[in-house]
Structure formats: C-alpha cells, structure tokens
C-alpha cells in the first residue's frame, strides 16, 4: 500500500470541514458519510485512507508517518512543535490565542508592571514562551478542561486560552489582555512522504492552494 495516501483528521467539525474542501479538488470517502464507530476509512478507487483521531494527536500520527497528511488547528501546532511540513493555510476553524483575566482586576492592573505572576492554560509551552519574551516570570498551572473556571475560583487570576466569538469569557467575568496568535486550521505533511510521494501530494497541496486562494479573492 505504499501508493496510498494516508490522512489523520480530528474527529467534529475540522473533519467535517475538511472533507468538504477536499470534495473541492475531487478526494472524496463515500464511506465516511455512513454512520459507524469506524475510525479508518477507506476510498480503494482513489487509494486514500482516512484516519480520525484526537485533534492533539494529529501530529503525532503525521510525524512518525502513520499518516502522511494531517489538519489540525495551529493551536496545536504552537504548543507541540513537531518536525513537521505546514504547507497550506486551509483558512477556516479561526479563533485566537489570548491573555485574559477578570474584568474586576482590570481596573487596576497594567500587564506592563507583571513580573511574577500565575496562569491557567491548556497551553504551557506557548504561554511560557510568550511571557519569558517579555521578561515575565510565570507559574504555569496546566488544565483540561474550562480555563475559564480557575480565576472564578482563586486557582489563577490569569488565563492563555482560544477564544472566537469572547462570549465565553464575557458571560465569566473575563476580558481579554493579549492576543498571542490568530490561529487558523492548517494542512501539515510528513516530510519523509513529501519525499517518497511527491507527485500525489505536490498535486494534493497545488489544488488545495488554488481552491483557498479563489475563496479568498471571491471574499475580498
């Protein structure tokens, strides 16, 4: 099977979303439009294979090449660092990465003065990496789960989490203080793949370039 092609795609909406544009440039699964508790999907004509997997392990899977393409958000991207191909912006799943904290502390507080300070965040690597850049010492408490709660409940005053519509941090009590990154869904390619299957893949991000780049002109 060494001709096929392989993707890992986060189960939910990326997934959905991600078919659709590849049903743009004619790679479709039939088979994954059936309900089943599957997790590998097949098109035999086409010769790809389709693998749905947590969104954090996306890279993993593309990185030690059971997958040979994978999407994912650039969230994950950030955080994970992996050695990995990001050739194509598929420009949807947008939200941002920010700095919030209670709209009460606001008031009084000036991020420029912050020298030592607690945040809660699924996001430890970016977040150290963003506030060692400006000097500021950190304490990283690591969650799971709704980052919102830790300020409601004294664990942290600060907060790294995504954000898209700030609804969330609106209806807690929350404002935001930075922006660290826009993040956007992005196609990423083992680089051993990119290799050994240049042909189908060069043809595969040439027409994903060319179907994001119209929808973006039709925008404007």
Sequence with gaps: MNDWITFALPKGRILEDSMELFARIGITC????????????????????????????????????????????????????????????????????????????????????WSNIRVATKYPNVTERYFAAKGIQVELIKLYGSIELAP??????????????GGTLKANGMVEVDTIAEITTRLIVNRASLKTK???????IADLEKVVGDEVRISQ
Excluded at 34 to 47: A, G
Excluded at 76 to 91: A, F, I, N, R, S
Excluded at 198 to 204: A, F, L, P, S
């Design 30 to 113: 039939p088979e994954m439009s059936e309900k089943s508790r599957k997790l590998v999907f097949e098109n035999s004509e086409q010769k790809f294979r389709f693998m749905a997997v947590r969104a954090t392990d996306v890279p993993t899977y593309v990185e030690y090449g059971c997958a040979d393409l994978g999407v994912v958000g650039k969230d994950t991207l950030l955080e994970q660092g992996k050695d990995l191909y990001e050739p194509v912006d598929m420009k949807f799943g947008y939200c941002r990465l920010v700095v919030a904290e209670p709209k009460d502390l606001q008031a009084d507080d000036n991020p420029l003065n």
């Design 152 to 165: 409601l409940v004294g664990l942290s005053e600060r907060i790294v989490d995504l954000v898209s519509t």
């Design 198 to 204: 240049h042909q189908r893949i060069g043809k595969i």
